[in-house]
């Protein structure tokens, strides 16, 4: 069960050496979207500290969700999926590998790389390490309720925009603890609370989201 | 159909199918659809274009639950085996299932420990040698069609422990080499006590094959 696990999280870490123009691609989104803010509202530091946390945390969300489409549709597409489908073990684990292996790529560099946007922001740098634990937790979260959807929209025409019109509300949650969890830090006050509800956020999606991604994965491979 | 009830109890064969029907895009592709094989067997599933083969081989498999009907393995319905299910049975769709980025040994060796047969390094070279895929490492991009398919198939010599192939067009856009090369593996496999499934438009299938003419079950 954890072998099949490891092989495809190997699997889509291999593919996505083998293709990192994609990964580069969601990375500079990333970048370029809560680059743009600071050059549309003019450099008021007092107005870039406070929008600061909202604006990296709308960038993170919408940066995971452009390579959703690819998670299964790629699969789906020449027929590894239908194997994948047939493995020896359980669906769920295997699914979860996968959300695990979207996270990897998509998700733990937006962690890495938001101190350095925070910077153009002027937040102060104790906010930085808090800006990191809140995307730390909160985007394996968007990497398991949108393969939930990248896998209910999976061989639909125009499903790109179906899938963003279904998970991006299922993302507000994670976005208001994430982006309050900053909020917090920078009134002066201590952000537990935010991180212990994202933490809980996290462990009942890895809990329940591989169950519904697997049963609709099978419902849309039909 | 009656006779396919009768065998319910019958331990002899492996794989029942009982009154299934196949429903595509409002469209009944067959219906009351029954057989049974046992081990040592080989079926092939004929019919024009679009008469549902494909569909036929998705619903054995697991892939696709039929509109009606139910497909038994050893006396259980497979799909309350699930997984279980999956790991005796190796299938081979329409579309080779190899990733493009990867190398061919790589998709083999993914494939096979997915399946949950890891095979050694040295197993997969093998295989995809006697496909004729020397260990050239180059991803499956670049490849013809044919080599492609090869690739899929090489994942055969892996899987001769399991007791069920289901093949959809195994001999399509192969060689002559190749096309011999498969037909001795199915024919071999079915030597060694395990039950194949397979559809093909070559006129040329195997000669001891028992065949389900779907044309005959089409609603």
């Given at each position: 069960?954890?072998?099949?696990?490891?092989?495809?999280?190997?699997?889509?870490l291999l593919l996505a050496m083998r293709r990192r123009s994609d990964v580069a691609t969601a990375l500079l989104f990333f970048v370029i979207v809560a680059s743009l803010f600071p050059l549309g509202v003019g450099a008021e530091p007092n107005l870039l500290r406070s929008i600061a946390p909202g604006v990296i945390w709308v960038a993170a969300l919408l940066s995971s969700m452009l390579s959703l489409?690819?998670?299964?549709?790629?699969?789906?597409?020449?027929?590894?999926?239908?194997?994948?489908?047939?493995?020896?073990?359980?669906?769920?684990?295997?699914?979860?590998?996968?959300?695990?292996?979207?996270?990897?790529?998509?998700?733990?560099?937006?962690?890495?790389?938001?101190?350095v946007l925070a910077l153009q922001y002027d937040l102060p740098g104790s906010l930085y390490g808090v800006l990191a634990l809140s995307l730390l937790l909160g985007t394996p979260v968007l990497s398991l309720i949108g393969a939930i959807g990248a896998a209910l929209t999976l061989g639909l025409r125009g499903g790109g925009v179906l899938l963003s019109l279904l998970v991006l509300p299922l993302?507000?949650?994670?976005?208001?603890?994430?982006?309050?969890?900053?909020?917090?830090?920078?009134?002066?006050?201590?952000?537990?609370g935010q991180y212990l509800l994202l933490a809980a956020l996290l462990v009942v999606a890895a809990a329940f989201a591989p169950w519904a991604i697997a049963a609709a994965l099978r419902i849309s491979a039909e | 159909m009656q006779r396919a009830y009768r065998k319910k109890g019958d331990n002899s064969h492996v794989l029942q199918a009982a009154d299934l029907a196949c429903e595509r895009g409002g469209r009944t592709l067959f219906l009351g659809l029954s057989f049974a094989l046992s081990?040592?067997?080989?079926?092939?599933?004929?019919?024009?274009?679009?008469?549902?083969?494909?569909?036929?081989?998705?619903?054995?498999?697991?892939?696709?639950?039929?509109?009606?009907?139910?497909?038994r393995w050893k006396g259980t319905p497979v799909h309350s085996l699930k997984e279980e299910y999956a790991r005796q049975l190796v299938y081979l769709g329409h579309a080779p299932a190899v990733k493009d980025d990867l190398t061919a040994a790589e998709n083999l060796s993914i494939a096979c420990s997915l399946a949950?047969?890891?095979?050694?390094?040295?197993?997969?070279?093998?295989?995809?040698?006697?496909?004729?895929?020397?260990?050239?490492?180059?991803?499956?991009?670049?490849?013809?069609?044919?080599?492609?398919?090869?690739a899929a198939l090489a994942r055969l010599l892996l899987c001769e422990a399991l007791p069920l192939w289901l093949l959809d067009e195994p001999f399509a856009a192969l060689d002559a080499a190749a096309v011999e090369l498969t037909r001795?593996?199915?024919?071999?496999?079915?030597?060694?006590?395990?039950?194949?499934?397979?559809?093909?438009?070559?006129?040329d299938g195997l000669k001891e094959s028992r065949v389900v003419n779907l044309d005959a079950a089409a609603a």
């Open positions: 069960m954890l072998a099949a696990a490891r092989c495809i999280v190997y699997r889509d489409g690819r998670l299964f549709a790629a699969d789906y597409a020449d027929g590894t999926l239908e194997q994948i489908l047939l493995g020896a073990a359980p669906l769920g684990v295997v699914v979860a590998a996968k959300a695990l292996a979207h996270w990897l790529v998509s998700g733990m560099p937006l962690v890495l790389i938001a101190p993302y507000v949650p994670v976005l208001i603890m994430g982006a309050g969890s900053v909020d917090m830090a920078a009134a002066g006050l201590a952000p537990d | 081990g040592g067997e080989l079926l092939r599933i004929a019919g024009p274009n679009g008469s549902g083969k494909t569909s036929l081989l998705r619903i054995l498999c697991g892939l696709l639950s039929p509109s009606a009907g139910v497909v949950g047969l890891p095979a050694s390094e040295a197993a997969v070279r093998a295989a995809l040698e006697r496909y004729g895929l020397p260990g050239k490492d180059q991803p499956v991009r670049k490849l013809s069609q044919g080599q492609r398919r090869r001795g593996l199915i024919l071999g496999q079915v030597a060694r006590g395990a039950a194949v499934i397979y559809t093909t438009h070559q006129a």
